[in-house]
């Protein structure tokens, strides 16, 4: 009789089950991570199981971040730059993060539909990523994930966002070289780029270029740029014919040359364990505070309370509440 798979070993010790070993993860192999890309995504025990297990294989993966305004042909632009890449040799890992459906809370999948070309290289591994409302565009386990990739040996991990409005500019906490896309032709997305998205891109991309106004848009985002008191190369692309598509690669290329120091896998969770914590935060006002805030909002307008005291006051009930809310007490 055939024996069952035997289960593997964690670094730490940790038995994780079958198909999430380590090894075959190290070694590239397709299978394992898919499996390790799911359990990391969930949250599973399996999944911080492996997480300790990849814990010293990481930190060699260049991370790029993909973000922009929607329409801008953010995955038309990836799925150019993943051949450019595999031409130079680059495996290339993908985190497409797709709206979540509402009725499944799963990835819709359309960013993995339109790259669709390398479906077939063993060099390629894409994954859609279901947003799941959260609102920066991007998966609250999108660095598990890039761990799993980096520990699985691709060279580049590119992370595209849903697509993006004046405050979300996560991507910042993510990558090593931020993409900023815009087109030409998307209305007021040049001044949502000046409020918020612009001042965290690396680099800024203008596809589209073989409309019209594609000068004219390059000419404003260099302008910006100028204004923003450092340099950024502008870089216009026709991603659909692939023009100019290999001056950005030229581009993240000199960049991560240029770089000091990487983000590292901590740097980087450390970044997202904060803004976990403060998303949880305001969730937690919304949802269980909102009396005792207006409460204190009147102390605050009758001059018997200042807002330094009530925030502190807010403080101390919020932790009341998570101790109170913890399976533990604790």
């Known amino acids: 009789m055939a024996q069952p798979p035997k289960e593997a070993a964690s670094a730490t010790g940790a038995e994780l089950p079958a198909g999430l070993d380590p090894e075959r993860l190290f070694s590239g192999d397709r299978v394992a991570l898919a499996r390790a890309l799911t359990a990391a995504e ?9 997480a300790r297990a990849i814990a010293g294989h990481l930190g060699n993966a260049l991370v790029l971040g993909f973000t922009g305004a929607p329409g801008a042909g953010k995955s038309t632009l990836v799925n150019a730059c993943i051949g450019e890449l595999r031409r130079r040799g680059r495996s290339v890992g993908v985190l497409a993060v ?4 509402p009725v499944t809370g799963g990835a819709i999948l359309g960013d993995r539909i339109r790259m669709s070309d390398h479906g077939g290289d063993e060099g390629v591994f894409i994954r859609s990523v279901a947003s799941r409302g959260h609102l920066g565009g991007l998966s609250a386990t999108t ?12 060279d580049v991990v590119i992370v595209e966002t849903v697509g993006t409005g004046q405050s979300e500019v996560e991507i910042a906490d993510l990558a090593d070289i931020r993409i900023i896309v815009n087109a030409p032709g998307l209305g007021d997305d040049i001044q949502a780029l000046k409020a918020g998205i612009l001042e965290i891109g690396d680099i800024l991309v ?13 000419r404003q985002l260099s302008a910006m740029a100028a204004m923003g008191g450092r340099e950024r190369p502008v870089i216009v692309t026709t ?8 001056k950005l690669v030229d581009a993240i290329g000199e960049l991560a040359a240029k770089m ?24 937690l006002l919304n949802r269980s505070l909102s009396e005792e805030i207006e409460t204190l909002a009147r102390e605050i307008t009758a001059g018997r309370s200042g807002f330094a005291d009530a925030a502190k006051t807010v403080i101390r009930k919020a932790a009341e509440r998570l101790r109170a809310e913890s399976p533990h007490g604790k």
Do not use: W, Y
């Open 239 to 246: 991603a659909t014919t692939g023009e100019g598509v290999d």
């Open 260 to 283: 000091h120091r990487r983000l590292s896998p901590a740097g980087r969770a450390a970044r997202i364990l904060r803004l976990d914590a403060q998303r949880r935060f305001r969730d």
């Open 42 to 50: 969930n949250e599973t025990p399996a999944g911080l199981a492996l």
């Open 206 to 218: 203008v596809n589209k270029g073989d409309r019209p106004e594609a000068g004219e848009c390059a």
């Open 143 to 154: 660095s598990r994930l890039i761990d799993v990739m980096d520990a699985a040996g691709k």
């Open 98 to 101: 797709d709206p979540s459906s």
